[in-house]
Nanobody
Framework: QVQLVESGGGLVQAGGSLRLSCAAS????????MGWYRQAPGKQRELVAE???????NYADSVKGRFTISRDNAKSTVLLQLNSLKPEDTAVYYC??????????WGQGTQVTVSS
């Protein structure tokens, strides 16, 4: 059974930083593409950042230069470092795993709130 457990969300002032963590189990993590999405109230879920099994990364334009995604295969964990946070970054952040073209999985989400 695949499980993705996010942690690290919280309340932070604009300009601050947070680090989100997603611990994965039940899959071959080292060969799994991973990503972070977010969903703000009243908006669609959107891609924030993704990282392939070879650690190639891709970011949404809105977070480039501020957020960094990384992975630790030894710990089956994907991290998202959020710097220079803005109120518009407020959302529920979801971990996403794509172990194959036939399946993908979501975590339960972690709330990030940025106050102005």
């Amino acid at each position: 059974q695949v499980q993705l457990v996010e942690s690290g969300g919280g309340l932070v002032q604009a300009g601050g930083s947070l680090r989100l963590s997603c611990a994965a189990s039940g899959l071959s993590f080292s060969i799994t593409a991973m990503g972070w999405y977010r969903q703000a109230p009243g908006k669609q879920r959107e891609l924030v950042a993704e990282i392939t099994s070879r650690s190639t990364t891709n970011y949404a334009d809105s977070v480039k230069g501020r957020f960094t995604i990384s992975r630790d295969n030894a710990k089956s964990t994907v991290l998202l470092q959020l710097n220079s946070l803005k109120p518009e970054d407020t959302a529920v952040y979801y971990c996403h795993a794509v172990p194959s073209r036939w399946a993908d999985y979501w975590g339960q989400g972690t709330q990030v709130t940025v106050s102005s």
